[in-house]
């Protein structure tokens, strides 16, 4: 007999369930191979695949904004969904990469979709965007503030790479996913969430530039200060600590164990630290979901991509428990169990 999940523990005042009933992505057109990148800095397809399991990833065209490629993702969500723009309540876009520093993105898309009586937002929490939107979500969901939700990971992270920097510009690409969320009858859907933040470790994964702290003058602009800069090493071993700390907060919440969970999302930044989390939480490899291969790190946009790959893919079914968790600059960290 299948376990049963303990209820939400935010859900019990109004006993309210929250479930994602439509997944949408889209990646851009272009491939940007590891035999591209050797063209461009000192690497080779070896040193890239050995060190994070990347083969290639997408590249936005240069007029290919964020909120298109989240709005692409959206539209796709809300057909699987059977929603109509109009009725979407509330539009979260979490984005490390907005079309511009104020509007909000989420206000572009909802121009572009139609979805003229939602209330728009952005997120922002790096990589671990897309989760925190999922619990930011559910709150509205069952407090009867809003019934339908969506929620978008969406990055354009070539326009914020150093292409000279062969540490990080082999690492990062460009997508957007979304998923709709709404009370689905007495489905358990979202079973619990965790969601993380220390600030101490501001300075190992970040942008210094074209914020207030460091504006971008003639004077710093041949700086690269508007790029990702990143400690590798540390981003690394924060990651494993903080992805698996998150997966067991989550799990212990909903009352489940590992072997209850049929699909692991994991954050598609580095096979090897999915694979060292798949190995400290005892959890075989095949049950991770991974298409890091082909679309690199896409940040917020990333776990929802994946999601919407293994729901369209059949990799996740009906009933199945799916753990998802990620990791982030800030730092941030966000785990989810969901009922599927």
């Not at 619990?135 to 914020?160: C, D, M, P, R, W």
């Not at 501001?202 to 790029?227: K, V, Y």
């Amino acid at each position: 007999m299948k376990k049963q999940p303990r209820s939400s523990p935010r859900s019990g005042k109004s006993n309210r369930t929250v479930s994602i009933v439509g997944t949408g992505s889209y990646t851009p057109e272009k491939v940007l191979t590891n035999a591209d990148l050797m063209r461009m800095v000192d690497t080779s397809d070896e040193w890239i695949t050995t060190r994070t399991g990347i083969k290639e990833r997408r590249i936005a065209a240069k007029d290919e904004l964020t909120s298109d490629m989240a709005s692409k993702a959206a539209l796709k969500a809300l057909e699987q969904a059977e929603v109509a723009p109009k009725d979407v309540d509330l539009i979260l876009v979490a984005t490390a990469t907005p079309d511009m520093l104020f509007p909000a993105t989420a206000c572009f898309v909802q121009k572009k979709i139609g979805a003229k009586n939602a209330a728009c937002l952005d997120i922002s929490a790096a990589c671990a965007g897309f989760l925190f939107g999922i619990e930011i979500a559910q709150q509205f969901i069952t407090s009867h503030t809003h019934n339908t939700v969506l929620v978008i990971g969406a990055e354009k992270l070539s326009s914020i790479t150093n292409w000279t920097d062969r540490n990080t510009c082999v690492l990062f690409g460009d997508g957007a996913g979304a998923a709709v969320l709404q009370h689905r009858g007495r489905a358990h859907g979202v079973i619990s969430t965790h969601i993380g933040s220390d600030g101490q470790f501001t300075d190992i994964l970040f942008m210094p530039g074209g914020g207030s702290r460091c504006p971008i003058t003639q004077e710093n602009a041949h700086q690269n200060l508007a790029t990702i800069h990143m400690t590798g090493k540390e981003v690394y071993k924060q990651a494993v600590i903080s992805m698996l700390s998150a997966s067991k907060k989550a799990l212990e919440l909903a009352g489940l164990t590992t072997d209850d969970i049929a699909c692991v999302i994991p954050h598609q930044a580095n096979l090897r630290i999915i694979e060292a989390i798949a190995d400290r939480l005892k959890i075989p490899l095949d049950r991770f979901f991974v298409n890091l291969d082909k679309y690199g790190n896409t940040s917020a946009a990333a776990v929802a991509m994946a999601l919407d790959e293994a729901n369209r893919s059949g990799r996740i079914q009906r009933g199945d428990y799916v753990l998802m968790v990620v990791f982030g600059g800030g730092l941030t960290w966000a785990s989810t169990v969901v009922e599927w």
